[in-house]
C-alpha cells in the first residue's frame, strides 16, 4: 500500500502515535533552552508545534497527510497560536527558509525509505542552525539496510554531519526497541 494513502487512512480515526501530549523529552528540552525557531518533522496534529509555541519558540510544522495539517491548523486556531503548518514532504523543503535553532522529529525519520533518508540528512545539514539541535525519536532496526526504522547505518549517515550528544534507549509502549537521540550541528572535536 502506498504510504500516502496508509497514513492518510489512519488519520480518519485516531492514529495510535498522536496522543494529544508532548514526550517528556521535548518537555525537558524546552525547560533547559531558551526559545528560537523550531522545525517539526512529520508533525501529525501539531501536538509538539503547539508545545513549543506556548513556550515562546517559533515554529514550523510540515507533513504529507493534509488531513494532519488540517486538525493542526485547527487545534493551533482553538488556542489562539500562530503556527506555520505545511503540507509537504521532508525530504524536500523548498518552501522553507533560514535556520532553526531546533529540529525535531517523532517518529517521522525512521519511516522513510533509505534515499529519503539520504535527502532527509541533507537538509538537516541545510536547515540547522550552528549551535542548534536536533531531537529525533524512531524505532530502532539493528538490520543495516532495513526500511524500517533506525539502522546503524542511518545514524553513520547523520554523524557525518551532527555530533551525537545523547542516546537513551527504550521500547515503545513496552514491545519495540526505540531510542531518543540527541545531535548537534556543533563539531564534536
Known amino acids: 500500500m502506498d504510504r500516502r494513502l496508509f497514513y492518510t487512512l489512519w488519520y480518519f480515526r485516531a492514529p495510535p502515535w498522536d496522543t494529544g501530549i508532548s514526550p517528556p523529552e521535548l518537555i525537558a528540552f524546552i525547560q533547559s533552552n531558551p526559545p528560537g525557531r523550531a522545525l517539526d518533522l512529520g508533525c501529525g496534529t501539531g501536538t509538539n508545534a503547539i508545545t513549543l509555541t506556548q513556550h515562546g519558540w517559533q515554529v514550523i510544522g510540515i507533513d504529507f497527510i493534509g488531513k494532519a495539517i488540517r486538525r493542526a491548523r485547527y487545534k493551533a486556531r482553538q488556542e489562539g497560536l500562530k503556527i506555520d503548518f505545511h503540507v509537504g514532504d521532508v525530504t524536500r523543503l ?96
Open 94 to 189: 523548498d518552501k522553507i527558509n533560514g535556520a532553526f535553532d531546533l529540529i525535531l522529529d517523532i517518529g517521522c525519520f525512521h519511516n522513510l525509505p533509505h534515499a529519503g533518508k539520504v535527502k532527509y540528512v541533507q537538509n538537516l545539514e541545510r536547515f540547522l542552525a550552528p549551535k542548534g539541535t536536533f531531537l529525533l525519536y524512531g524505532f530502532i532496526s539493528e538490520i543495516p539496510n532495513s526500511e524500517s526504522g533506525i539502522t546503524p547505518n542511518d545514524l553513520v549517515l547523520i554523524q557525518n554531519r551532527l555530533a551525537l550528544v545523547d542516546r537513551n534507549d527504550g521500547t515503545d509502549r513496552g514491545q519495540r526497541p526505540s531510542a531518543w537521540f540527541t545531535f548537534s550541528a556543533e563539531s564534536s572535536e
